[in-house]
């Protein structure tokens, strides 16, 4: 067996865990199969300025790569031919999956529903703890792809009877056409769509971006730009900046965690991180600390200990936090909503299952307290 076969293998069986792999494998039944790059096999990228007759800077995200004709990014995805940008990811689909939305994870947005959820290959970043960097540490063409039109995961999104259209898996802002040509048509289908993302996006495009995506989960990976570079390379500055931006065009936002031993677990820096997200953000934005499981390039870690996770949560409600969960930890309460009012149950989970709700018209059914979130 290839690799290439075996990642479309892994890639059913998986969506067929969470699913049904008939439904994931109708949507590829009609498209040819490996590497196909639609009808010219190029799509010219936003956002980049020519420098002269084949030279280009990328000004999507941070990093401003700049290139000439023959280079590829450092994302992986985007190379200049004849002083023209391309995004040589676009539309090339390595994974599509029927998620529980609470996968993302986002516990304030539609519980209980699905997300159609799409990538394509490629990052830019370098997560020393990336748990699908055989996707995301690899240029397109080096992983099995199908090509799908903006309007086949539309319309996919539709026949699974997913209200949400998720951009996750790998980094979103590397297929930023791509996503913003299929947010569009979601719009107009009455879908909504939610990308997770590490925030490394310039601002213009995240400007245009706002207008229509209704959610995001967003990685703040640490709380200091020594630990974004060694552990990243990337940006933190940019991140908190986006984090506002998103905020202030209400977008609803949720931010992660993954708290990695020796690495970003010292408390102080957890009270400082939290006691940002309160002052800058609100009290109200969830934040999902996630457990570490040793993967990529960490794999001589072990995972996090359960107490120090409880003990970043006890930190982050005393910074004034109001919902703050904890991530692959199964059967822990603080997988549930508490009314942040009279501290009563209103979305008990236990996985990514809700095992009850206890809340009318978006507010908590015992005192009547608004539980901020998109419920409908």
């Not at 039109?149 to 026949?159: G, L």
């Not at 794999?299 to 409880?310: D, G, I, N």
């Amino acid at each position: 067996m290839t690799r290439r076969e075996f990642l479309r293998k892994a890639s059913l069986f998986c969506a067929g865990a969470v699913f049904s792999s008939a439904a994931i494998e109708s949507l590829f039944r009609s498209k040819a199969s490996g590497d196909k790059t639609g009808p010219a096999g190029l799509k010219e990228a936003m956002f980049y300025r020519k420098i002269d007759d084949s030279t280009v800077q990328c000004e999507l995200c941070p990093r401003g790569c700049t290139l000439s004709t023959g280079q590829r990014s450092f994302c992986r995805v985007r190379e200049p031919k004849d002083g023209v940008l391309y995004a040589m990811s676009y539309g090339k689909v390595c994974s599509a999956h029927v998620d529980p939305i609470e996968k993302k994870p986002l516990f304030h947005f539609l519980p209980g529903t699905n997300a159609f959820s799409v990538s394509t290959a490629g990052c830019n970043y370098r997560c020393k703890s990336c748990q699908n960097w055989q996707i995301s540490q690899f240029a397109p063409e080096a992983v099995y792809n199908d090509y799908l039109e903006p309007s086949d995961i539309v319309a996919q999104s539709v026949r699974t009877g997913c209200p949400t259209i998720a951009y996750t898996y790998t980094e979103p802002v590397i297929f930023y056409e791509y996503m913003l040509d299929t947010s569009k048509l979601a719009k107009g289908r009455g879908l909504r769509n939610m990308c997770h993302s590490n925030g490394s996006f310039n601002p213009k495009p995240l400007e245009e971006l706002s207008l229509y995506i209704d959610a995001a989960n967003i990685d703040l990976k640490g709380f200091s730009q020594d630990f974004y570079s060694d552990f990243a390379a990337g940006y933190l500055d940019r991140t908190l900046d986006n984090l506002k931006i998103l905020k202030k065009n209400r977008v609803w936002l949720e931010i992660t965690n993954l708290v990695v031993p020796t690495l970003n677990d010292d408390m102080a820096k957890m009270k400082d991180m939290c006691a940002w997200i309160c002052d800058a953000l609100g009290p109200d934005v969830p934040l999902h600390l996630s457990r570490f499981w040793p993967s990529h390039k960490l794999t001589h870690l072990y995972p996090t200990p359960q107490e120090t996770l409880e003990k970043a949560r006890e930190t982050a409600l005393a910074s004034g936090l109001r919902y703050v969960y904890i991530g692959n930890v199964p059967g822990l309460a603080a997988e549930n909503t508490y009314c942040h009012n009279c501290g009563k149950t209103v979305i008990g989970r236990s996985g990514y299952t809700i095992t009850e709700k206890h809340m009318k018209s978006g507010a908590c059914e015992w005192c009547g307290t608004k539980i901020p979130g998109v419920w409908d």
